[in-house]
């Protein structure tokens, strides 16, 4: 089991940076890798990064590559994404999770088994 919390979340501008945090508590040394995901009003979940915990190699949706970073912390078993020159397209509910194994691909949200509530971000023009 893992519990999940992300925080971080706010209003702010385009260009704006937000650095969100997902705090991980349970059985997090075990898990294969780390994610984020969005999701806006209407759409579709889509995911952002990843990051195995184990060697920290990243992945990134085409859409934040080289302004987003995803990084971990183990001693604090915390993952951060930090998120800079922020776009109104960007406006979303990002939410982390954990998956215990590698049966799926990192972008793919049925390969994560726990889920955080999420946290709102909110990019104005």
């Known amino acids: 089991q893992a519990q999940l919390e992300e925080s971080g979340g706010g209003l702010v501008q385009a260009g704006d940076s937000l650095r969100l945090s997902c705090a991980a508590s349970?059985?997090?040394?075990?898990?294969?890798?780390m994610g984020w995901f969005r999701q806006a009003p209407g759409m579709e979940r889509e995911f952002v990064a990843a990051i195995r915990w184990s060697g920290g190699s990243t992945y990134y949706a085409d859409s934040v590559k080289g302004r987003f970073l995803i990084s971990r912390d183990n001693a604090k078993n915390t993952v951060y994404l930090q998120m800079n020159s922020l776009k109104p397209e960007d406006t979303a509910v990002y939410s982390c999770?954990?998956?215990?194994?590698?049966?799926?691909?990192?972008?793919?949200?049925?390969?994560?088994?726990?889920w955080g509530q999420g946290t709102q971000v909110t990019v104005s023009s």
């Open positions: 999770a954990a998956a215990r194994d590698n049966r799926g691909s990192f972008n793919y949200y049925r390969a994560y088994d726990y």
């Open positions: 349970g059985r997090i040394a075990s898990m294969y890798g």
